[in-house]
């Protein structure tokens, strides 16, 4: 595409005024991490019945398709995989229930070199302005939703069409992905874990729903006759404005490992106006990496690999949540390519009107935009073609994760699946459940915790009580040391507890009696 020559700015662009609202970024890479996990147990998993492929939506499985292209995607290649590159547009948008459903007010071009692993990153604001055939100069961010409104499912091809033209880039592939499916396979993972760099406050952050909400209008103010006949004698020059703060929430996090559940994760890389300098679009770029590396490890761990029930649960999310075109014996082929990804051959940028960036940001006709620097997108291109060389966000001063503890959960019931199901919900508050089966005795009344750990985990101790009204039982070390943990009775067992955990390595061994059978039913 020629890249145009502005003359006239508020002449030559037509733009939406609407105005800059938080949203989420977490298409990174989605479907090429997960892929990992979820192919793998789609083609061992007998209760994973899909069939047939989908256009534009996430490809479907069976037991037989899936060995097929397992055997028939080691001999065919990736589009640009001959280049030696491969283009993807990963898009985030609201969904349904949002202002703006097709809006991609998160975008971001990826690449792989597949010689060498490498993956680059640029990410892309939806402010910059952009030809849209048929549509004129726009916002990019409205690409997929004018290609939805022409036709369903059109939309991110549209979008890649725009991107690419700008970019000089051929996009091979896309993957959209809105906010309820991010939010659904971080809960099935069990929730990540993240290391936050450093502590901040965001006391913007948009409570959904309430976006137009006119919480702080005068009717609202009004308390009691009073406060209404003083309000009657207010010149109405002096009326106060109106407060808009139930519109939004206070949102904190801390420095250090956090484990996130998917509303916590959303709130992570949505938040727009943290203070401590995670306002900037390259602070949180950072940490939706970090969150996208994070989900990487989980999908590929054991604990998901060999979990069936799981991988079913996340491709059920991921096929009602996220539209490609990738095909699944492409996504098998991209899953062999990026098994052993290096998080340091990951490159990132961010376009921004930061003074080094070769945009700037201005205001046509009262909207908000951003615009290339002497109207020449060359640099633009540059950082595309160069987007292997991008700084990268430094991860290696990363602390090392926290040891987590290991739990063995035992059914000692006659309830049929309650310790599998018990071990879903404890991985879902973050635990790791190394082992299930079947206790010795099944009459026990009351469910039981063994600290294998003499007392050197009573944070966890107490979480897994709690959750599990449980009683705590004493080690072959003596009696446990809970800390602050208050249990409701110490009961005391003639045999060694670590002879009942059938695995040496379990932190803590978990023996479910009758009072937790209602976890079966929920």
């Not at 995989?81 to 990826?110: C, M, W, Y």
């Not at 009073?226 to 109106?242: G, H, N, Q, V």
């Not at 063995?408 to 299930?436: I, P």
Request: net charge negative.
């Amino acid at each position: 595409m020629d890249k145009p020559k502005v003359d006239f700015l508020r002449e030559k662009y037509q733009l939406d005024a609407s105005p800059r609202k938080p949203i989420l970024f977490f298409g990174r890479l989605l479907a090429l991490f997960l892929a990992a996990g979820s192919v793998a147990l789609a083609a061992l998993s007998f209760n994973v019945d899909w069939s047939g492929e989908s256009g534009g939506s996430f490809p479907s499985f069976n037991l037989f398709s899936t060995l097929r292209h397992l055997v028939s995607s080691e001999d065919r290649e990736l589009r640009g995989e001959k280049d030696d590159r491969v283009n993807f547009l990963l898009l985030g948008v609201g969904g349904a229930g949002h202002e703006g459903p097709q809006l991609s007010d998160t975008i971001l071009f990826a690449s792989l070199k597949p010689s060498t692993e490498q993956v680059g990153l640029l990410s892309i604001p939806r402010d910059m302005t952009v030809p849209i055939p048929g549509y004129g100069w726009r916002k990019v961010n409205n690409a997929n939703a004018f290609g939805e409104n022409a036709e369903p499912g059109s939309g991110p091809a549209l979008a890649g069409e725009v991107i690419g033209d700008v970019l000089d880039q051929t996009v091979h592939y896309y993957v959209r992905v809105d906010f309820d499916g991010f939010a659904q396979v971080v809960d099935e993972l069990g929730g990540l874990d993240v290391f936050v760099d450093r502590a901040f406050t965001d006391e913007q952050y948009p409570i959904l729903g309430k976006e137009e909400a006119e919480c702080g209008s005068k009717a609202d103010k009004a308390a009691g006759d009073k406060a209404s006949a003083a309000e009657a004698f207010m010149p109405e020059a002096f009326t106060p404005p109106p407060d808009y703060s139930c519109r939004f929430e206070l949102l904190s996090f801390k420095q250090g490992w956090t484990h996130m559940d998917g509303a916590t994760a959303l709130m992570f890389v949505r938040s727009r106006h943290g203070n401590n300098g995670e306002a900037s679009d390259f602070a949180r770029s950072r940490r939706q990496q970090k969150l996208l590396l994070a989900m990487r490890e989980k999908l590929v761990s054991t604990e998901t690999l060999l979990n069936p029930g799981r991988i079913a649960r996340i491709l059920d999310a991921v096929r009602e949540n996220v539209a490609t075109n990738l095909q699944l014996w492409e996504i098998i082929r991209l899953a062999g390519l990026m098994k052993d990804l290096d998080p340091a051959k990951v490159a990132s940028r961010v376009l921004d009107a930061s003074p080094e960036s070769p945009l700037y940001a201005t205001s046509l006709n009262g909207a908000y935009v951003l615009l290339p620097k002497n109207d020449d997108w060359r640099p633009i291109e540059a950082m595309a073609a160069d987007i292997f060389n991008a700084a990268s966000a430094a991860l290696a001063a990363t602390p090392p994760k926290p040891k987590m503890v290991n739990i063995e959960v035992q059914n000692g019931t006659t309830v049929n699946g309650l310790g599998f199901r018990t071990s879903q919900l404890l991985e879902k508050q973050g635990f790791t459940v190394s082992k299930v089966g079947n206790a010795k005795d099944r009459a026990y009344e009351h469910t039981v915790v063994y600290d294998l750990t003499d007392g050197k985990a009573p944070d966890d101790l107490k979480a897994l009580r709690t959750f599990l009204e449980a009683e705590v039982t004493r080690t072959s070390g003596g009696w446990v040391r809970p800390g602050d943990v208050l249990p409701r009775e110490l009961s005391v067992t003639p045999e060694d507890p670590s002879a009942l955990a059938t695995d040496s390595t379990v932190d803590f061994l978990v023996i479910l009696g009758q009072n937790s059978a209602d976890l079966a039913r929920n």
